[in-house]
Antibody, heavy 120, light 108 residues
Framework: EVQLLESGGGLVQPGGSLRLSCAAS????????MSWVRRAPGKGLECVSG???????FYADSVKGRFTISRDNSKETLYLQMNSLGSEDTAVYYC??????????????WGQGVLVTVSS | QSVLTQPPSVSAAPGQKVTISCSGS????????VSWFQQLPGTAPRLLIY???KRPSGIPDRFSGSKSGTSATLGITGLQPGDEADYYC?????????FGGGTTLTVL
């Protein structure tokens, strides 16, 4: 059974940093693209970053230069390092699995989400 | 303002059919597959449709997808109260994954 378990969320002050983790199980992690998707209060879904099975990455313009996605295939874990956080980054962050190595549109499994609140 | 345009809301009575549109451009929908996602209140999104019109296992055939040119459509027949949710289209745009702005479905 595929499982994605996010952790690392919480309350952080503006300008601060946070690292999210997503522990994966039930599939061969290295063979699949992975993404971080967020939903801010009152807003829709936004794909903030994705990483191919090969390690190539992409970022939404809204987080480029501030967020870094990475993966440790040996630990079957996905990460999102978030720096210079602002109130606009307050959201529930979801880890999601693609259907293949380079498939980011076909997100077939999702974690339960972790709340990140940026506030003083 | 999302690059992919969806109506903010749609509504229909139980048992009826509803369609949700997703309008894009040649650089996104026009040249890439479209997925559709359902997000029930308080839960994670769920994949309903991928590669324009395919359903993952476990998704009932009441849900259907289609694409024509730079637009895509999600259809839901036999509406049930449990279908009340936010629905999102998604596609690739050359270098990033995009979601539509989302459509809230109300089952009257």
């Amino acid at each position: 059974e595929v499982q994605l378990l996010e952790s690392g969320g919480g309350l952080v002050q503006p300008g601060g940093s946070l690292r999210l983790s997503c522990a994966a199980s039930g599939f061969t992690f290295s063979n699949y693209a992975m993404s971080w998707v967020r939903r801010a209060p009152g807003k829709g879904l936004e794909c903030v970053s994705g990483i191919f099975g090969s390690g190539r990455t992409f970022y939404a313009d809204s987080v480029k230069g501030r967020f870094t996605i990475s993966r440790d295939n040996s630990k079957e874990t996905l990460y999102l390092q978030m720096n210079s956080l602002g109130s606009e980054d307050t959201a529930v962050y979801y880890c999601a699995k693609g259907m293949g190595q380079g498939q980011f549109v076909e997100l077939d499994y999702w974690g339960q989400g972790v709340l990140v609140t940026v506030s003083s | 303002q999302s690059v992919l345009t969806q109506p903010p809301s749609v509504s229909a009575a139980p048992g009826q059919k509803v369609t949700i549109s997703c309008s894009g451009s040649s650089s996104n929908i026009g040249s890439n597959y479209v997925s559709w996602f359902q997000q029930l209140p308080g839960t994670a999104p769920r994949l309903l449709i991928y590669e324009n019109n395919k359903r993952p296992s476990g998704i009932p055939d009441r849900f259907s997808g289609s694409k024509s040119g730079t637009s895509a459509t999600l259809g839901i027949t036999g509406l049930q109260p449990g279908d009340e949710a936010d629905y999102y289209c998604g596609t690739w745009d050359g270098s990033r994954m995009l979601f539509g702005g989302g459509t809230t479905l109300t089952v009257l």
